[in-house]
T-cell receptor
Framework: GAGVSQSPRYKVAKRGQDVALRCDPI?????LFWYQQALGQGPEFLTY????????KSGLPSDRFFAERPEGSVSTLKIQRTQQEDSAVYLC???????????????FGPGTRLTVL | QQQVKQSPQSLIVQKGGISIINCAYE??????FPWYQQFPGKGPALLIA?????SEKKEGRFTISFNKSAKQFSLHIMDSQPGDSATYFC????????????????FGQGTILTVHP
């Protein structure tokens, strides 16, 4: 079966442009996460969806960042009026929902590298 | 606030040697500690993980050592191979009461491992 896929793999935007990054999670995975990975750093949590519900958006750095998952599968991370500091790799991960003590592994996609000029 | 601190930033070992990467955490509520391996252009992939009720976990050439009182954990790679050359991230999460948390990961800054033939 296919893993998590993300598109585009690379995106170059001029400062001030809006961008949309897509994530296709593993089929049947209820949980979906977005992380931001700056160059030379570890991923940082942005937001979490359980099905179509956005349960945690505490990591979104500003109101220019918006994420949605309207049908509980594909998710889109949108960044409005991009700034140079938004340049990073944006990672999507999915997992089975966990209602027990056992942690369900997060499977990461390859990421979208966003460069804002 | 850096909740998980990782060292060293980079590490060079010879083939057959032992690679050791260390992490320290601050939040005593963390109760699950995974290590991720990331190759260039790929997303992180789970390598091995430990819960704080054990002091050591071994899977093949990879071992996690955990020191709850010191709030530290480390990854040991025995008989390091050139194919192990990658970036390694430690991470931590709080699984919530009765495992109800969805799995928001906090990552360290990463260690670039290079294994020379």
């Amino acid at each position: 079966g296919a893993g998590v896929s993300q598109s585009p793999r690379y995106k170059v935007a001029k400062r001030g442009q809006d961008v949309a990054l897509r994530c296709d999670p593993i089929s049947g995975h209820v949980s979906l996460f977005w992380y931001q990975q700056a160059l030379g750093q570890g991923p940082e949590f942005l937001t979490y969806f359980q099905n179509e519900a956005q349960l945690d958006k505490s990591g979104l750095p500003s109101d220019r960042f918006f994420a949605e998952r309207p049908e509980g599968s594909v998710s889109t991370l949108k960044i409005q009026r991009t700034q140079q500091e938004d340049s990073a790799v944006y990672l999507c991960a999915s997992s089975l929902v966990s209602l027990r003590r056992l942690y369900n592994e997060q499977f990461f996609g390859p990421g979208t590298r966003l460069t804002v000029l | 606030q850096q909740q998980v601190k990782q060292s060293p930033q980079s590490l060079i070992v010879q083939k057959g040697g032992i690679s050791i990467i260390n992490c320290a955490y601050e939040n005593t509520a963390f109760d699950y500690f995974p290590w991720y391996q990331q190759f260039p252009g790929k997303g992180p992939a789970l390598l091995i993980a430990i819960r704080p009720d054990v002091s050591e976990k071994k899977e093949g050439r990879f071992t996690i050592s955990f020191n709850k009182s010191a709030k530290q954990f480390s990854l040991h790679i025995m008989d390091s191979q050139p194919g192990d050359s990658a970036t390694y991230f430690c991470a931590a999460l709080y699984s919530g009461p009765g495992g109800t948390s969805y799995g928001k990961l906090t990552f360290g800054q990463g260690t670039i491992l290079t294994v020379h033939p």
